[in-house]
Every structure is written in structure tokens, then in C-alpha cells.
């Protein structure tokens, strides 16, 4: 008990000095010390970095070190992802969800000792990039949906057509319906943890952003990325679209040849 308090404090102090470091110190320190269950410390984590970062944001409030909106805005993000990760989280097994876990840490790790660009010395340069300038607050509210409805139309369908055959092709190669939501749960974790879905492609090392254009997600997420960020035209993004279908009818054909062995015998 001793040696988890005093791990908990260390990681208290690092939450305040660093700003971050919370579920990343936490998770380890309760499975490992502590002897929680994968799933139970994750919860947990979540409830100490809840009030650890309520405490460390006081002190940084008071020297107008908080973009509020940003802040703001990523919290809700953060909180919808985590309710939909806690219900995932229900039907994977603890040995994975630490593999996932891991993959997470690499990949933060990579991204903080790459060269970082320069950053703002003093508050009134902070000020100009809180919170208007700042990635997500573009994203949010400067983003060129209506004008590009039509190629996030195509790019939607395109999506809807790839999951739809891998889907067709998972449920025909399952026996059972609890079969199919365990391999079909598995491949999106997989494919999510890979190709840009959970951590942003450019933050892992350079193997790993290759490997990602293995999955669908590194496609769909560079079609949209290229509407939205890029200006792109159709021509640009046709690439993708034309791999996504791709693997729709590839998966199709598959269930399509499955299906009909199956009724064969």
C-alpha cells in the first residue's frame, strides 16, 4: 500500500508539472501493483485523471495558461469516445485491450521525440493561438462541409460499401452470431489501432504509417482529410474511394463464394 501511494503521488506531480502522463502511469501502476483486473483499472484510471486534472488545471487557470474552448471541446470529444470505448471494451479480453494499451504509449512516445514545431514564449503569443487558430477549433468551426457535400457524399458511400463486404465476408466465415461480433469486434480494433482511427497516422513511426494503408480506415480517413483540409477534387481523392470499393466487393465476392460452398455441402 505504501509503494502504491507513493507511485500515485509521483504520477499526481507528473500531471501537474507535464500535463499529461495520467492513464498512461495509472493503468500500469493498477494492474501491476495494485493487482486490478485490464478493465477495472482503466476504469479507474480514468476516475484519478479525472480528479488529479481538476486539481493541476487550478494553478494553470490562475497564470491564463487555459484555452477554455479547446479545452472544452476535446472534453466532450474525449467524453463521447470514452463511453463508446467503455462499452467496447465489455467484450474484449484484458490481454488485448494492454497489447492496444501498449500501442498507445509507443506511439505517444514516438510522437513526443520527433522534432516538435516551435512553440509560443510568451502569453501573448499564447493568446493568439487560443483558441480560434488551434487544429480542433478549425476543424469545428472552418470546416467546408456544404460546399463539399457532394465528395463527402461519394466518400461516405465508398465507406458504407467497404465496411458492408467485410461485414458480408466476417458473418459468412462465423458459425455463430457471438463468433462474428468477436472476429468482427477484433478487426475494427485492429484496423482503428492502425490505420488512423485512434491515434493519428503521422504520430506513429514510419513502418507502422505504411502498414496503416493496409486497412481501410488509412483510406476512408485520407478521403475525407483530402476534402476537408486539402480542398481536393475528385481526381484527388479517387484513389481511395476506388480502394474502398475495392475491398467492398472483394469482401462480397468472398461471403458471395462462402456462402455458396456452404450450400454446396
Aim: aromatic letters at 6%.
Amino acid at each position: 500500500m505504501t509503494l502504491l501511494i507513493a507511485l500515485s503521488t509521483l504520477i499526481g506531480i507528473l500531471l501537474g508539472l507535464l500535463g499529461g502522463g495520467g492513464s498512461i502511469l495509472t493503468v500500469p501502476v493498477l494492474v501491476y501493483i495494485a493487482d486490478l483486473p485490464a478493465k477495472s483499472a482503466i476504469v479507474t484510471s480514468l476516475i484519478v485523471v479525472c480528479i488529479t486534472s481538476s486539481i493541476a488545471v487550478i494553478n494553470h487557470a490562475k497564470n491564463k495558461r487555459v484555452c477554455w474552448k479547446t479545452g472544452t471541446t476535446f472534453g466532450l470529444a474525449g467524453m463521447m469516445g470514452a463511453f463508446i470505448g467503455g462499452r467496447i471494451s465489455a467484450y474484449i479480453p484484458d490481454p488485448i485491450l494492454l497489447v492496444l494499451f501498449a500501442i498507445v504509449m509507443v506511439s505517444s512516445a514516438t510522437a513526443m521525440l520527433k522534432k516538435q514545431p516551435s512553440r509560443p514564449e510568451s502569453l501573448s503569443q499564447l493568446k493568439t493561438l487560443c483558441p480560434r487558430n488551434l487544429p480542433v477549433a478549425a476543424i469545428l468551426f472552418d470546416v467546408p462541409i456544404i460546399e463539399n457535400s457532394a465528395l463527402l457524399l461519394v466518400a461516405g458511400l465508398s465507406m458504407a460499401a467497404s465496411a458492408s463486404g467485410m461485414a458480408l465476408l466476417v458473418t459468412s466465415l462465423c458459425s455463430t452470431q457471438a463468433q462474428a461480433h468477436t472476429v468482427s469486434t477484433f478487426l475494427v480494433l485492429i484496423f482503428s489501432s492502425i490505420g488512423g482511427s485512434m491515434v493519428p497516422r503521422f504520430m506513429m513511426p514510419e513502418w507502422l504509417q505504411s502498414v496503416g494503408y493496409l486497412t481501410p480506415n488509412a483510406w476512408a480517413i485520407e478521403a475525407v482529410y483530402g476534402i476537408l483540409a486539402r480542398g481536393d477534387s475528385f481526381a484527388g481523392i479517387f484513389m481511395a474511394c476506388a480502394i474502398l470499393i475495392a475491398v467492398g466487393a472483394v469482401g462480397l465476392a468472398g461471403a458471395a463464394l462462402v456462402s455458396h460452398q456452404s450450400l454446396r455441402s
